[in-house]
């Protein structure tokens, strides 16, 4: 039974051969009218090539005349200032931790104090005779000014915290 089953495969596999061989021929064999000759030439692959970068001239600005003006000069003279001047006009004092700083200010007359709270606690500054600076509770960061036109010694305090004392004393 081995021997018909092998003439089998064989006849099978000459019959598929021979399909294969006779469809190569008819496809390559098309008759003329098929791909008719070309009577043109194809278009060649070009290489594309990007136009040139087209410059942009701008216009140059034109230069404003400017005009020269001549000034006359002026002498600036130099001056030092007077530190005495200067401490006359305005002097500070600082309120904190709960003291007046500088306890004691000397002064001249017509010089303007200013006292500033730097403490989170509110505090104020009243003259103890009724005459001189007298101010509302100051909150952190605010400040008071009072100018001196009289001479002689302010002493001041804190109403809240009668402990804190200071003084300015006004000399001519």
Excluded at 102 to 124: A, E, F, M, R, Y
Excluded at 129 to 150: D, I, Q, R, V, W
Aim: overall charge positive; some cysteine.
């Amino acid at each position: 039974m081995r021997q018909p089953l092998q003439r089998s495969r064989m006849a099978r596999t000459g019959i598929g051969l021979t399909f294969v061989v006779l469809a190569m021929t008819l496809v390559t064999a098309q008759p003329s009218h098929a791909n008719p000759p070309l009577k043109h030439k194809p278009p060649t692959m070009k290489k594309k090539v990007a136009p040139a970068p087209v410059k942009k001239v701008q216009p140059t600005p034109q230069k404003k005349q400017e005009k020269k003006v001549e000034t006359p000069k002026q002498e600036v003279k130099k001056t030092e200032p007077k530190l005495e001047a200067i401490a006359a006009q305005v002097s500070r004092v600082t309120i904190s931790n709960f003291s007046f700083a500088p306890t004691t200010l000397k002064v001249k007359k017509g010089t303007t104090v200013t006292w500033t709270n730097q403490d989170s606690i509110k505090h104020n500054v009243v003259s103890d005779s009724g005459t001189g600076p007298g101010s509302a509770l100051l909150a952190k960061g605010e400040s008071y000014s009072y100018t001196f036109n009289t001479a002689g010694t302010f002493n001041y305090h804190c109403d809240p915290h009668p402990f804190m004392k200071g003084s300015v004393e006004v000399t001519e």
